[in-house]
């Protein structure tokens, strides 16, 4: 059979992928504790599934518009002007099929064979892929647990090019749940712009985040420089609606046109009533997500309580998000040299499943979730101590 060259290179999801074989191994009668998920073990809130419930019995089940309905752009516009006082209107807004679908439309929209896009790491594992099947090469910029998993504007100095058309900046982060302070933000945003890179801002986890800090945001970057800013959101991570497929991007018209364009030719519209969902989410007020936050916040002080006790490993304190991940090389064997080979070490001996920071772009690294109940989280971590370290 003859495939396409951009599906053989394709690699599948490496965090789908372990999620998968968890399960697999828990069906044929395992006993397995995963940590690999990345998704918020909580129900979506009821007020959210009513809406999607009345939409049904309303008939609301039809096509709407392609970049969502007018109703539900308008709500994720307030989404930014409430929490983050910018200024934008149903034209600045385009809802896909998650967070997922918005970046992909962005690469799609904007990038050209050969530009060059640069990804911080750890990265998000889907970064690089899309951006090859956009054509362009991701760029990636490496950083260090020493230095909070954070890059900075001399990094981004160092590693722009003429072909540099795109940055992608993704806080709170999914793997290590680092978190740019306001100041890098505008330091990395001004960089982007006086020199005429795109910033996408990936702010799918800017709700979760711990020890009172005000979620941030580019939002504000975007309002002043329209062209040079994109930002990405969804309702997957902060409103516990992962399987609801609810995602928006904030740009300008113009990108958000052609994102609408290339949307048109593949998926149109997101489900109607998940729209109609979504819609009650960014309009329903943050009680049920100070819940999960505060949940999240308990289990990431637990998670680093235990990790802490791990001889020679070292994970920056999260300040956001729901991972940690820690740096464990100094524990790499010649039977177990890499962060793959840990975690398939961890799923056979002691029925851990945790993600290969190989994934994401840093081989030294695991990723935990602690998007799991306090027992699971504390009994596995437990557990991986024990396993590794006696
Ligand atoms: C950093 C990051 N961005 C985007 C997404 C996409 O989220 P969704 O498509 O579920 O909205 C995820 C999901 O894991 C993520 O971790």
Not at 96 to 105: E, H, I, R, V
Not at 127 to 149: D, H, N, R
Not at 191 to 196: D, G, V
Not at 301 to 320: F, H, K, Y
Request: charged share 20%; proline share 7%; net charge neutral.
């Amino acid at each position: 059979m003859q495939l396409a060259d951009r599906v053989q290179h394709l690699k599948p999801s490496a965090t789908l992928a372990i999620s998968a074989k968890a399960q697999e191994l828990k069906a044929a009668g395992h006993d397995i504790l995963s940590l690999s998920v990345g998704e918020p073990d909580f129900p979506t809130p009821k007020h959210i599934c009513d809406a999607a419930k009345n939409a049904i019995d309303a008939g609301f089940t039809r096509y709407t518009a392609v970049p969502g309905t007018p109703d539900l752009r308008a709500a994720a516009a307030g989404y930014f002007k409430q929490h983050y006082g910018v200024q934008a209107g149903p034209e600045n807004i385009i809802i896909g099929n998650g967070g997922k679908q918005c970046l992909y439309n962005l690469f799609q929209a904007v990038l050209n064979p050969g530009d060059h896009v640069l990804i911080p790491a750890p990265y998000w594992v889907s970064y690089p892929p899309m951006v090859e099947l956009a054509g362009a090469k991701p760029v990636i910029i490496p950083s260090t647990a020493e230095a909070g998993f954070k890059i900075s504007v001399a990094a981004l100095e160092a590693a722009h090019t003429p072909k540099t058309r795109m940055l992608v900046l993704n806080s709170p982060s999914n793997p290590t749940g680092a978190c740019y302070t306001q100041k890098e933000l505008e330091a990395i945003a001004a960089w982007a712009i006086a020199h005429n890179v795109l910033l996408a801002a990936d702010e799918i986890y800017d709700q979760l985040v711990y020890d009172g800090k005000t979620p941030l945001s580019l939002a504000p970057m975007w309002e002043k420089n329209p062209e040079h800013v994109v930002v990405l959101n969804g309702t997957a991570k902060t409103f516990a609606m992962t399987g609801w497929r609810v995602g928006y991007a904030l740009a300008h018209p113009d990108y958000i046109k052609a994102m609408t364009r290339l949307q048109g030719q593949s998926t149109s519209n997101v489900c109607s009533v998940a729209q109609k969902a979504a819609e009650a989410a960014l309009r329903g007020g943050l009680a049920e997500v100070e819940v999960m936050k505060k949940a999240f916040e308990r289990r990431r002080n637990l998670a680093m309580d235990i990790v802490n006790t791990w001889p020679d490993v070292l994970c920056p304190r999260p300040q956001g998000a729901f991972y940690i991940f820690p740096d464990m090389h100094h524990h790499f064997t010649k039977a177990m040299p890499d962060s793959t080979a840990m975690c398939a070490f961890l799923l056979d001996k002691a029925g851990i499943a945790a993600v290969p920071g190989a994934a994401f772009g840093n081989d030294n690294c695991l990723r935990f979730s602690y998007a799991v109940s306090d027992e699971t989280l504390e009994s596995a971590l437990t557990k991986v101590g024990k396993t590794l370290f006696g």
